[in-house]
């Protein structure tokens, strides 16, 4: 589930809270990797969740508006799909500003966190995982550097990019299932710490 660019954007506090949640980030994540519907069954299949557990989450997502029931008939399991867009990824629209919604992102920030974590620490535990070469499949790092106008343009365009290919619904000739989790944050200098001795009042 990534961030910050106008294809299917949720602005509203309330469905950013729905979201705060890492199994529901991991529903409606799921959900887009099967082309945008997916009965609980095949969730439970993909995320390795018993299917009782995940009905309770499913109708949550409902009432909020983020997911659907699909039409179907008598006697055939339930599929559910992505409202709007069907597999295009969430996207969340940042409105700062009393009436906004940036308490809600910070909870969403920290389970998308969570969820990253997981998904690496599971990883990290997988027989089967490349490690090196141009088919590397686990990263996990942090960096930061000063950048220019024209490099955050890059770096934008960049982390689209890496989205889009990293939001492919399932189809012949893509095997491997990936997740992928980015933050990017500008870093404002915190002032100097004051010692003691600057003070004037002596160490004990």
Request: proline letters at 7%; hydrophobic letters at 40%; glycine letters at 8%.
């Amino acid at each position: 589930m990534d961030q910050g660019f106008d294809r299917r954007q949720i602005a509203d506090p309330g469905q950013i809270r729905v979201l705060s949640s890492p199994v529901r980030q991991e529903i409606v994540d799921t959900l887009a990797s099967l082309g945008g519907r997916a009965s609980v069954a095949e969730l439970a299949q993909q995320l390795g969740r018993p299917a009782d557990g995940l009905y309770y989450h499913v109708r949550v997502l409902v009432r909020a508006g983020l997911i659907e029931a699909v039409p179907s008939s008598e006697g055939e399991e339930r599929v559910y799909r992505l409202c709007g867009e069907g597999d295009q990824p969430l996207r969340l629209a940042y409105r700062p500003g009393p009436q906004g919604n940036l308490a809600a992102l910070k909870g969403f920030a920290r389970s998308l966190l969570q969820v990253a974590g997981s998904d690496f620490e599971d990883a990290l535990h997988a027989r089967s995982v490349a490690l090196t070469g141009a088919r590397r499949e686990l990263w996990a790092a942090r960096n930061k550097g000063w950048v220019s106008p024209r490099d955050l343009e890059e770096i934008n365009a960049l982390i689209e990019r890496l989205n889009t290919l990293a939001s492919q619904p399932a189809a012949p000739g893509r095997e491997r299932i990936v997740s992928f989790a980015f933050v990017l944050a500008p870093i404002n200098p915190r002032p100097k710490r004051r010692s003691r001795a600057s003070d004037g009042r002596s160490s004990p």
